[in-house]
């Protein structure tokens, strides 16, 4: 199941808040369309929004083809700034969008329509490149999966959550590949239940073994002896190791250190921040208080109640075992072993 399909002159994107029990695709013929679709969360997880929005700013120049080139920059210019302002902490979406424009601008030579198609091949490289670095860190953090291993994973950072594949799910598939013995227990992930609408869905499809688990459910497990690591992916990754996430991902680090269980982020290169010198500086998005007062349409809080809906939180690196990339693994990652890696 694909979270983005690409049709001549429009994009698909699945819609991942009528899952698990609906699927349906909306329809995005504009860049408008998909920075709609981002922040309703139709479409959802770092590298997929990347992706959408790259896919945006195609919509846009093609939009705009009639015109001069110099305009349709201009109008690319716009739709960047739009893109980016529809979610603020995932870094992917604000990479893509930059990596579009700044391949426009060395279009010198191309018309306005040239420089449209030749967005719309970008946006399919970074979709296919997505897939591929994917499969990569998938086949480095299979390495760190033993046999027989129980694995607590949060949100989703499978194949919905990028263009295909996934992060933190992308190993476990790796892992199940190479013929390895494992079962996952899934967090629901509140309030936007992204662990048991989507990652339970997606591990069901495959026929991995699953269990699915409240979120206050995860110290007990570890008090237990029946999780033996943590696996999770990042929205944004802070040049010193600090990770953003979704919310409650700072206190299954904490669980896991104190329980002495490996804790492991799967994130592409793409996801690192290097301007940022630590997570402090990463913005936490606020999300609507509706998610919490309300489930499937129906009031489940007081009517005037006071809420507070960050939709991530920041781990620090000194929680992270190691940080599974597509060029490797960063273990024990600081801002040392970062710069060394990224300089290597």
């Not at 846009?60 to 201009?74: F, I």
């Not at 929205?235 to 010193?240: L, P, V, Y």
Request: aromatic fraction near 6%; charge should be negative; include cysteine.
């Amino acid at each position: 199941m694909s979270a983005i399909r690409v049709t001549e002159g429009k994009i698909e994107l699945l819609d991942q808040r009528k899952l698990p029990t609906e699927i349906t695709y909306m329809v995005c013929t504009s860049w408008q369309d998909v920075a709609t679709a981002i922040k309703d969360m139709v479409v959802r997880g770092a590298p997929a929004i990347g992706a959408a929005a790259a896919y945006g700013m195609a919509l846009a120049a093609k939009a705009l083809q009639h015109l001069e080139p110099q305009s349709l920059l201009a109008g690319l210019e716009e739709a960047a700034l739009g893109l980016k302002a529809t979610r603020p902490t995932a870094v992917n979406l604000a990479w893509a969008v930059e990596r579009m424009l700044h391949f426009a601008r060395k279009q010198n030579t191309a018309s306005a329509v040239q420089l449209a198609e030749l967005l719309w091949a970008e946006a399919d490289k970074i979709a296919a490149e997505d897939v591929e670095t994917n499969k990569k860190i998938g086949q480095y953090g299979a390495q760190l999966i033993p046999p027989k291993a129980r694995i607590l994973t949060h949100c989703n950072a499978g194949a919905l959550a990028t263009v295909g594949y996934g992060t933190a799910l992308g190993v476990i598939r790796s892992a199940v590949a190479q013929g390895k013995e494992i079962s996952v227990f899934v967090d629901e992930t509140r309030p936007y239940l992204q662990g048991s609408r989507l990652t339970a869905w997606e591990l069901q499809q495959e026929q991995i073994p699953t269990t699915l688990i409240a979120d206050n459910m995860a110290g007990f497990l570890m008090q237990k002896g029946e999780i033996d690591l943590v696996i999770v992916g990042a929205d944004r990754i802070a040049a010193n190791g600090d990770v953003a996430n979704k919310i409650g991902t700072y206190s299954l680090a904490v669980l896991a250190q104190a329980h002495k269980i490996p804790f492991y982020v799967a994130a592409p290169l793409s996801t690192f921040d290097l301007q940022l010198s630590s997570g402090q500086e990463i913005p936490i998005e606020e999300r609507s208080a509706q998610e919490l007062t309300h489930f499937a349409g129906v009031q489940i809080a007081p009517t005037g109640i006071k809420c507070y809906n960050p939709a991530f939180d920041v781990t620090p690196a000194a929680l992270v075992t190691a940080i599974i990339t597509e060029a490797g693994i960063i273990k024990n990652p600081d801002t040392e072993t970062i710069k060394k890696f990224f300089t290597e």
